[in-house]
Antibody, heavy 123, light 108 residues
Framework: QITLMESGPTLVKPTQTLTLTCTFS??????????VGWVRQPPGKALEWLAL???????RYSPSLESRLTITKDTSRNQVVLTVTNMDPVDTATYYC???????????????WGQGILVTVSS | DIQMTQSPSTLSASVGDRVTITCRAS??????LAWYQQKPGRAPKLLIY???SLESGVPSRFSGSGSGTEFTLTITSLQPDDFATYYC??????????FGPGTRVDIK
């Protein structure tokens, strides 16, 4: 059974760096083709993809946020960490991590999601 | 960057109605299109992948079609549990992910 859980601060100040951890179970990030991604959703707004990291340490970032994002993995701890620099009130959102399975012949969507963590940016 | 649009943005329907939501990509994305359902306060749930493949455990009243730049999600007989927001998503190993703006389905 695949589960993911986000953790980190729920309140950060403007200009601070946000560090979120996704702790997962039920799969290995050493397995071929597997990935973990981050998606956020401001209150009442649409989903926004942020970043993905794969089993082979390949990374993908949202072009609009790439300069502020870093995604890393710790396979021994079954964790993926996302950092977002220079936080602003517009970054207030629920942040989700999610699992991408291996699919023969191509890409795969995010199939299992964490419950999300609401991060508020305010002084 | 590939942009995704959805129509309508809001849809009012009754239980038993047939509902169709359209998603368009700014350029061809082949069949790399998924559909998600999201209820308030909950994480998105994967319904359809590769444009028309039904995710395990998803009721058969949900179906997807399309390729290239135009895709549809159809719910053949809307159930009370289906009132939610639906998102399309382009996904590609080489380029990442883009979500559509969402379509809210509410009770008429």
């Amino acid at each position: 059974q695949i589960t993911l859980m986000e953790s980190g601060p729920t309140l950060v100040k403007p200009t601070q760096t946000l560090t979120l951890t996704c702790t997962f179970s039920g799969f290995s990030l050493n397995a071929r083709g597997v990935g973990v991604g981050w998606v956020r959703q401001p209150p009442g707004k649409a989903l926004e993809w942020l970043a993905l990291i794969y089993w082979n340490d390949e990374k993908r970032y949202s072009p609009s946020l790439e300069s502020r994002l870093t995604i890393t993995k710790d396979t021994s701890r079954n964790q993926v960490v996302l950092t977002v620099t220079n936080m602003d009130p517009v970054d207030t959102a629920t942040y989700y991590c999610a699992h991408e399975p291996f699919c023969i012949g191509g890409s795969c969507p995010l199939d299992f999601w964490g419950q999300g963590i609401l991060v508020t940016v305010s002084s | 960057d590939i942009q995704m649009t959805q129509s309508p943005s809001t849809l009012s329907a009754s239980v038993g109605d047939r509902v169709t939501i359209t998603c368009r990509a700014s350029q061809s994305i082949s069949m790399w299109l998924a559909w998600y359902q999201q209820k308030p306060g909950r994480a998105p749930k994967l319904l359809i992948y590769k444009a028309s493949s039904l995710e395990s455990g998803v009721p058969s009243r949900f179906s997807g079609s399309g390729s290239g730049t135009e895709f549809t999600l159809t719910i053949t007989s809307l159930q009370p549990d289906d009132f939610a927001t639906y998102y399309c998503q382009y996904y590609n190993y080489n380029w990442g992910v883009t979500f559509g703006p969402g379509t809210r389905v509410d009770i008429k």
